[in-house]
């Protein structure tokens, strides 16, 4: 049920509450970049009132004015979202902060828009993808630094808006694989066009670490299983990333691992829960460092304009190991790399931290 409450939210909007929470809780999936537009589509009402503090040991940031930060979580009780929030504001020094947590709130487009039109803010910083969708919709032309939205790429472009990426680097997530899996020559990966910019990237990162990136650009899902046929016979694994048209929905991604288990291809993916699913390692970003790394973006903004680039990667990672998987399919494993690990899953025992 909880697998198929999530994939309800791929390639829809950040209004639709169940799925948004879901989300928020295990950063399961791919969503795509369809984000726009949605928080004017009606059933959004109030139900949260916004929480505001103000930081006083923090020190102004200049002699004419403090500068003034709105921070918005789109749900402050979900542990990934308050760590993100915690490391933001034991970073952030100088701005005045004021809260606003959209937990149960389904009309958050009204309520940052009276705060939005009653004060004055410096920056805006957002947390998951309802409040950067609702932050996106209202759009007030100042600097928006976001993190946690699984559909970062969708923001790439606008001139306003600065983030810290859902998941590792491609080349960080290649290079963790050939340490923890030595024989790993041939990587396969399904990729939709609006990966092909991550693809080209990681197919240098490929050459540089002496494996051959094996990619297939597949255009719907109805593609998904005669594409990962034809690439099977050519890769020692398959390499799961955040993609709308691969990740369509819970039915093709499991029949994805049900045929990887079939061959006996190991999976490696870019977020934890996909371990669960039968993935032997996941490179997952490290949530407070998302949110260390947005404070600094954002005080570089105050302080001095636009950092250089719009997008950082997240330079912390959480290394989750599926020992059973390992075992089960006779994969040669680097022992030496147990000390990079965070948790190790084993079929025989109970998770480990």
């Known amino acids: 049920m909880k697998f198929d409450l999530i994939f309800t939210a791929i390639g829809r909007r950040p209004c639709a509450m169940s799925a948004e929470k879901l989300l928020a809780v295990l950063l399961l999936a791919a969503v795509t970049f369809w984000l726009s537009g949605c928080a004017s589509s009606g059933g959004l009402g109030s139900n949260v009132a916004a929480s505001e503090s103000d930081q006083s040991g923090h020190a102004t940031t200049n002699n004419a004015s403090i500068n003034r930060v709105l921070l918005v979580n789109t749900n402050n009780g979900i542990e990934r979202y308050q760590s993100a929030q915690t490391a933001f504001m034991q970073t952030l020094h100088g701005p005045e902060l004021v809260q606003v947590d959209l937990a149960g709130d389904a009309n958050p487009v009204d309520r940052l ?67 923890f899996f030595p024989d790993i020559k041939k990587v396969g990966v399904l990729y939709s066009a609006e990966n092909s910019k991550l693809i080209a990237d990681a197919s240098q990162a490929a050459k540089n670490l002496a494996i051959e990136l094996v990619a297939e650009q597949i255009d719907s899902p109805a593609q998904l299983t005669t594409k990962l046929a034809a690439m099977a016979s050519k890769v020692d694994v398959f390499w799961l990333i955040s993609d709308p048209v691969v990740l369509s929905s819970p039915e093709k991604t499991q029949a994805m691992f049900s045929y990887a288990q079939q061959k006996k291809i190991p999976v490696v993916s870019y977020n934890r829960f996909f371990v669960e699913l039968g993935a032997v390692l996941s490179i997952t970003a490290d949530l407070p460092t998302t949110g260390r ?34 075992r089960e399919l ?6 030496g790399a147990f000390d990079a690990v965070n948790e190790i899953i084993d079929a025989q025992a109970k998770p480990q931290n």
């Not at 996106?136 to 993190?147: F, L, N, Q, R, T």
């Not at 973006?297 to 190991?321: C, D, E, N, V």
């Not at 006779?330 to 022992?335: D, H, Q, R």
């Open 330 to 335: 006779g994969i040669k494993l680097n022992e």
């Open 293 to 326: 790394q947005a404070a600094l973006m954002l005080q570089k903004i105050i302080s001095r304009g636009a950092p250089t680039g719009s997008i950082q990667f997240p330079a912390g990672t959480t290394i989750t190991l599926n020992m059973g998987k390992v």
């Open 113 to 179: 828009q009276d705060i939005l039109n009653d004060n004055r803010f410096d920056a805006i910083y957002c947390i998951g993808a309802k409040a950067l969708g609702a932050v996106d919709y209202i759009d007030k032309g100042i600097p928006v630094v976001y993190s946690s939205v699984l559909n970062w790429r969708r923001f790439a472009g606008q001139s306003n808006y600065f983030g810290v990426a859902s998941e590792v680097a491609p080349e960080a997530q290649l290079t963790w694989f050939r340490y």
